[in-house]
């Protein structure tokens, strides 16, 4: 996976490189302008023939976003390795990387290492490869590549460019070798830059250890590589394959995806080695552009999507980014989405080592951007052919008219289609009728946002296995890990940092523990972190986490629960925490998903020393929170931050502690505080002026976080205000007021809370309604009919996402992580970084950082006032209603925050102006 830094790709020599590509073709391209109806001229002719095609897949790895697939049940496993590697089923892989784990964090969780310590080498360590078996015994034709983003501690002295590096990548072959595996490419460093001399030494260990005929991918943000590649001829003669991530634009629509006049110029096979991390079906339409575009304006052969597949709790970053979604094991349930269409749409009519096809056969439809994008491709036998086409911003129909020539069949071409533009999974990867040519010379009828590929191969077909429904793992849940083989996983368990197996217990305690072997800091890909494990279902609301702990040395142990969200870098992992020191120290904190810990309890009990077993519970009912060691009561607090999540263990550093008998019981609900903020609004329910008065019609209001706006929801489902006041209906109707009341248990009173933000009367089966999807300071407050519309949803905790440009793409960002006051932010690509996250907050604050805010510099109002970030101090202006509709207003100013100019590059300032509903003033949260 990416970086969470910027990714500055430069494009010095696009337009050079495109130039050479299209010399001697009839097509004009023209780079911008709007897609009209046009008729394209497209000569198949296979003796035009360019670079090898290399290949398409994914990536396991770049964090553990395979992890949970293991531990799906065997028949829905294989169904979703079947779509993910079953030739002729579903996406075809053909090119699969694999992480080398590193014990550390690598995106989306740590990656086991096969060798935590020097020389204790386990070859049957995690799940890559057991992926990687699977995948070959689906397709034995699949091409294996191999990458480290991470690596142990005991490396190089903590230096990743060294021989044990080295020497660590060999001994992780032999071990793939061991299960059978062919690695045929291993790459460096992920993002983390080259060393010449370490490549050239890589490049004579293979060969003298068996491994000629592994080819080493020389990868970067960039293409820099192959700077270097023309300046020494040793390093060339090393690397076999130049890559570079994300060449189209990192989170980008993939409509220009350059190399370089050097990349080109080493002659060396080009790769998007690295490209996605977008949404499996929203993030389908760059997807094959990359493959189409990445050939033709940079001549990339081999492609790798990050990731492979989202087998990860829904509560991590990029959860829903991959060819599918598989986060629920217990319940078997699995997504496919429409990016695996988009790849099946080239991987399953195509092989490695065909042949692309230049002049017309390969370009622009009409010669214009636009309209859409397509390749040809020639058969190793030299007669058969395949046409892939994309029309994803087209807006009108188009024709192609085909001549085929140059040995290539001319009878018969089969034609399959993906709709893009639908939700309906059976307009994905359809057979259309057939095409016949007359004398080699047919046309063909494209519709928009679509891909289509015409072949004359046969035998492509649509997997036909289905999902069974997604449920939620139920409580009680325990686990004593008995079942397991030392030195394995255990089950559902994903390891953030450090890598928590199976081991057998110590301190007089017979059978089997979980156990951290990390025993030192890794060499880390992103930052550190206190190494931990999650486990469980993020629906878990209420419950009590129990666990045996076991201290190896001094030191801190903890014990997590309501993980939700996580922030990059997993140090932003919204959890409450137990935490216990050998001493006896203890604490009950918060660590929020901007990464900062505070304390709300702490004391200190007896020692629990070394080498000695002790029992840690932390519950949850409600928003009390009670915490307690060996049967004795610690400490309790009441707090709202989060109402559910995941459980987790872990340690302050890298201690080789012991886990046992890991249990979650449920607990009664107890109460829970906190405001009802209108999501389509911004703005929160409101008593006006504080009013105790029986009968107060309620509205809504800017969130101040005062006491008339914190509502308290009961195990007896009311919403108290105050104390002693009701939030009461008082009728059935459509429109009938919402008001406080002296609480009396009517269900006129009740309401339940859902999950999904919708508030729903008990007595009238109606939801909490914003009059009119009125957005206003005053917006009066009813009942009605459920809609599922935004102005009937209701957030009760503190919100935090992205803020990324409707117009532009990126994201709101504070340039190079800069916390200064009075640093202004500035569109970015969207890196999931630290500093492009922000949170709403109970009083309207925008936070960064957790510590500082937006605001209207200097407190301005008027149209091109900059915008800054500020410690908070609560003024209105640094309070902004966040609505669905994608606005954010100022509540001092009454002006919206917008991109200046229109801009769309990365470096647009933001200002706050006049709001126009423009696409400049539009902000997504996802």
């Known amino acids: 996976m990416h970086t969470a830094v910027r990714l500055v790709n430069a494009r010095k020599f696009t337009c050079l490189v495109l130039g050479i590509l299209l010399a001697g073709s009839a097509i004009t391209v023209s780079a911008g302008g709007t897609a009209e109806a046009a ?132 001994s992780w072959l032999d071990c793939a070798r061991s299960h059978g595996l062919t690695i045929s490419y291993l790459g460096g460093w992920n993002e983390r830059g080259r060393d010449l001399t370490w490549y050239k030494n890589l490049r004579s260990a293979l060969n003298s250890h068996g491994y000629g005929s592994v080819q080493i991918v020389g990868d970067d943000t960039g293409w820099d590589t192959a700077d270097d590649m023309l300046r020494d001829s040793q390093f060339n ?48 339409a760059p997807y094959i552009r990359t493959i189409t575009r990445g050939y033709l304006d940079g001549q990339m052969t081999g492609f790798m999507n990050w990731p492979l597949v989202a087998a990860l709790y829904s509560t991590l970053p990029y959860s829903t980014v991959a060819l599918a979604t598989a986060n629920t094991p217990w319940s078997g349930a699995y997504q496919v989405g429409k990016s695996l269409w988009a790849n099946a749409q080239v991987a399953q009519f195509t092989q490695p080592g065909w042949k692309f096809l230049t002049g017309t056969a390969s370009g622009y439809l009409g010669g214009n951007r636009a309209n859409g994008s397509y390749i040809s491709l020639k058969s190793t036998n030299g007669t058969d052919y395949s046409t892939v086409y994309e029309t994803t911003g087209a807006t009108a129909a188009q024709t192609v008219d085909v001549t085929v020539s140059g040995g290539l069949k001319t009878g018969t071409a089969h034609v399959w289609s993906t709709d893009l533009g639908s939700s309906n999974t059976a307009d994905h990867f359809v057979k259309q009728a057939d095409v016949t040519p007359s004398s080699g010379t047919y046309s063909l009828t494209l519709q928009p946002n679509r891909i289509y590929t015409v072949t004359t191969t046969t035998g492509q077909a649509k997997g036909t296995a289905t999902s069974p429904a997604a449920g939620s793992l139920g409580l009680p849940y325990s686990d004593d890990f008995e079942s397991y083989a030392v030195r394995k996983e255990a089950k559902y368990f994903s390891d953030m ?52 702990v076991d201290l190896q040395q001094a030191g801190t142990v903890t014990l997590l629960g309501r993980a939700n969200t996580q922030n990059r870098p997993q140090g932003k992992q919204a959890a409450y925490q137990l935490r216990v020191a050998d001493t006896g120290a203890w604490s009950i904190a918060k660590n929020s998903s901007g990464g900062v810990l505070t304390t709300l309890a702490s004391g200190t009990r007896s020692a629990l020393g070394l080498n000695s077993w002790h029992n840690l519970k932390l519950g949850f009912s409600g928003n009390r929170i009670t915490a307690t060691a060996d049967g004795a009561t610690l400490g309790a607090v009441t707090d709202n931050s989060f109402t559910a999540g995941l459980v987790g263990v872990g340690v302050v550093g890298y201690q080789t502690n012991l886990f046992d008998n890991l249990s979650v019981t449920p607990n009664p609900p107890g109460d829970f505080g906190g405001y009802l ?12 002026a504080a009013s105790h008065t029986n009968g107060t019609a309620v509205a809504l209001w800017d969130c101040n976080g005062g006491g008339n706006q914190s509502w308290t929801a009961t195990p007896a489902k009311q ?44 007595g009238s089966g109606k939801c909490l309604d914003a009059t009119g999807h009125g957005t206003a300071n005053g917006t009066a407050l009813v009942i009605w009919g459920c809609t599922g519309g935004p102005n009937q949803k209701w957030a009760r905790t503190d919100t935090t996402g992205f803020l990324k440009g409707q117009e532009s793409g990126r994201c709101v960002d504070v340039p190079a992580f800069e916390q200064t006051n009075g640093t202004r932010p500035a569109l970015w690509d969207c890196n999931g970084g630290g500093n492009q996250t922000w949170t709403s907050t109970a009083t309207n604050q925008l936070k960064v950082y957790d510590a500082k805010c937006l605001e209207a510099a200097g407190g301005g109002t008027a149209d091109g006032t900059a915008v800054q970030i500020n410690d908070c101090t609560g003024s209105t202006a640094q309070q902004w209603r966040v609505g669905s509709g994608g606005t954010v207003v100022g509540v001092g100013s009454g002006k919206c925050l917008d991109a200046t100019g229109h801009g769309t590059a990365n470096g647009t300032l933001f200002a706050i102006s006049t709001c126009t509903g423009a696409g400049n003033q539009k902000f997504s949260r996802s």
């Not at 080109?264 to 499996?280: H, I, M, N, R, Y």
């Not at 209906?729 to 919708?758: E, F, H, K, L, P």
């Open 39 to 170: 008729t394209t001229a497209v000569a198949v002719n296979g003796a035009s023939t360019g670079r090898t095609f290399d290949g398409i897949g994914a990536i396991s790895g770049g964090g553990g976003n395979s992890r949970l697939l293991v531990d799906y049940p065997p028949t829905q496993r294989a169904q979703i390795l079947d779509y993910l590697f079953k030739p002729n089923y579903g996406a075809a892989v053909q090119l699969l990387k694999l992480e080398i784990g590193g014990d550390a964090n690598s995106t989306d969780g740590a990656e086991p290492s096969h060798q935590h310590v020097r020389g204790e080498i386990d070859c049957n360590v995690g799940y890559e490869f057991w992926l990687g078996a699977e995948a070959v015994a689906r397709n034995p034709a699949i091409k294996l590549v191999a990458l480290p983003w991470a690596a142990p501690g005991w490396i190089g002295g903590g230096n990743f460019w060294s021989q044990d590096m080295i020497d660590y990548d060999i």
């Open 237 to 284: 003669a090393a690397v076999g394959v130049v890559g570079s991530h994300y060449p189209c634009g990192y989170l980008s629509d993939a409509t220009s995806c350059g190399s370089s006049a050097n990349a080109v110029a080493t002659g060396k096979p080009l790769w998007a080695s690295e490209f996605g991390s977008q949404d499996f079906n929203t993030g389908s």
């Open 497 to 548: 940092q450090g890598s928590f197996e199976v081991r057998v217990c110590a301190a007089g305690r017979a059978g089997r523990c979980l156990q951290q072997v990390a025993p030192v800091k890794p060499i880390e890909w992103q930052d550190d972190s206190d190494a931990y494990s999650l486990v469980g279902d993020p629906s878990w609301a209420d419950y009590t986490v129990s666990v045996d």
């Open 677 to 688: 903020k209108g999501v389509e609004s911004g703005i929160c329910v409101d008593v006006p």
């Open 719 to 762: 919403l108290t205000v105050y104390g002693d006041k009701c939030l009461d209906a008082g009728g059935t109707a459509d429109g009938t007021a919402v008001r406080i009341d002296a609480c009396t248990g009517s269900t006129a009173q009740q309401w339940t809370v859902n999950a999904d933000g919708s508030v729903v009367g008990v």
